[in-house]
């Protein structure tokens, strides 16, 4: 069976929807987000919305700028978009090319999730923040007794994702597919994603993250659904709201996104002795990527 679709994936701030652009213009594609806050109108600097690449190339994207954050969005409302996004795709004879930094979210189409339709999870989410830290860890570890990330035993926003999470994990299970993805990953080396990692970060607290987050409060969106929305979001309201100050704040956030990064690698490793084939490059080298990609394409082609 031939290909049907390019997975772009890999840690955070290491080009990833650069190389996706490139490709899309390359191979009459379009892009479909695999991002879960980069579906929020208005949070642009503190999810990368790196959109200038794409519409320099006359690109057209999917699930990016979709909804307001006061909405619920979730892992089946991305399926359910996703599923839609490729069929539009191809249906005009275009290729897809899915490209983010959600990993569940990728994992959800490689890994063929079926999610039965659940309820909007607002009431859900009320009610988990009615509780406190105790009460909050007692339910997390009784959905799962594993281990959890350290980081996620912190603070009751990040106790409620990883609930949120384990959650929906009840409802994931597989189908057959018709998708056959070409999965690329881009993977330099650690000490140029961190590298990387903190060089973005201050590019984006000087192009006006900050306020990004002030316009944000104004509009309405309270400061507990903001610091829910994690990493840049959480760190920058409590700078924004006065608990942290400017160093303390830029510290944490620095380290969070470079922990990010190591749980996302970890993500795909895990989904690799699952059987997902990824091919793995150490850099951006486009050029590479593309004689790749092309290669295996057409190999496809002359076997079909």
């Avoid at 909804?67 to 409302?77: A, S």
């Avoid at 990064?261 to 990824?278: D, P």
């Amino acid at each position: 069976m031939n290909y049907n679709l390019i997975t772009i994936l890999g840690p955070t701030a290491t080009g990833k929807t650069s190389i996706a652009a490139k490709l899309a213009a390359e191979l009459n594609g379009e892009i479909i987000s695999a991002d879960s806050r980069q579906v929020y109108i208005g949070m642009d600097i503190g999810t990368g919305k790196d959109l200038n690449e794409i519409k320099y190339r006359n690109v057209n994207y999917h699930l990016i700028d979709i909804c307001e954050p006061t909405e619920e969005y979730n892992l089946f409302r991305f399926k359910k978009d996703f599923n839609a996004a490729f069929r539009e795709i191809t249906a005009q004879k275009k290729f897809p090319i899915l490209v983010g930094g959600t990993v569940l979210y990728i994992s959800s189409v490689l890994q063929n999730y079926l999610l039965p339709q659940i309820k909007s999870d607002e009431e859900k989410l009320k009610k988990l923040l009615s509780l406190d830290k105790n009460e909050l860890l007692m339910l997390l570890f009784s959905l799962s007794s594993k281990l959890h990330n350290t980081t996620d035993l912190i603070n009751k926003e990040r106790i409620i994702k990883a609930i949120l999470i384990e959650q929906s994990k009840e409802n994931l299970s597989n189908e057959k597919s018709n998708i056959v993805s070409l999965n690329i990953g881009i993977k330099p080396e650690r000490s140029i994603i961190n590298q990387n990692i903190t060089g973005r970060l201050k590019a984006r607290l000087k192009s006006g993250m900050i306020k990004e987050v002030e316009a944000l409060l104004q509009k309405g969106i309270k400061k507990e659904k903001l610091k829910f929305f994690g990493l840049e979001y959480r760190y920058l309201t409590q700078y924004v709201t006065g608990e942290l100050n400017y160093n303390d704040m830029f510290q944490k956030l620095n380290s969070a996104i470079h922990n990010f990064s190591k749980r996302q690698l970890t993500w795909f490793r895990k989904m690799e002795k699952e059987g997902v084939e990824i091919n793995w490059f150490k850099g951006t080298n486009y050029d590479e990527i593309l004689y790749f990609t092309k290669a295996e394409l057409n190999k496809k082609d002359a076997n079909t």
